[in-house]
């Protein structure tokens, strides 16, 4: 069966770096369209960055230049590189496969101030 696995959260200070990995199994993400998402507690769960079949990214206004979504097609893999973090990104960080709706189980992300 499909699997997505994220990885990579943790508590990091306003203005640091981290990067979320989406390891995938039970399928193959070449040209997938493929997105993060993010959700805070209590709130609804928001689009953050997709990358198309065609590998370019798409960018929520919020986050344009400072995080970047990739992927490594070898360890079927899905990245997101965020820099430049601030509180207001805290957040569970999910990956997901457009078609077929498969979705990982989150990733916490905590931004101290």
């Known amino acids: 069966q499909v699997q997505l696995v994220e990885s990579g959260g943790g508590l990091v200070q306003a203005g640091g770096s981290l990067r979320l990995s989406c390891a995938a199994s039970?399928?193959?993400?070449?040209?997938?369209?493929m997105g993060w998402y993010r959700q805070v507690l209590g709130g609804q769960r928001e689009l953050v960055a997709s990358i198309t079949s065609g590998d370019s990214g798409i960018y929520a206004d919020f986050v344009k230049g400072r995080f970047t979504i990739s992927r490594d097609y070898a360890k079927n893999t899905l990245y997101l590189q965020m820099n430049s973090l601030k509180p207001e990104d805290t957040a569970v960080y999910y990956c997901t496969i457009f078609t077929g709706a498969y979705w990982g189980q989150g990733t916490q992300v905590p931004v101290s101030s």
């Open positions: 039970g399928i193959t993400l070449n040209r997938k369209s």
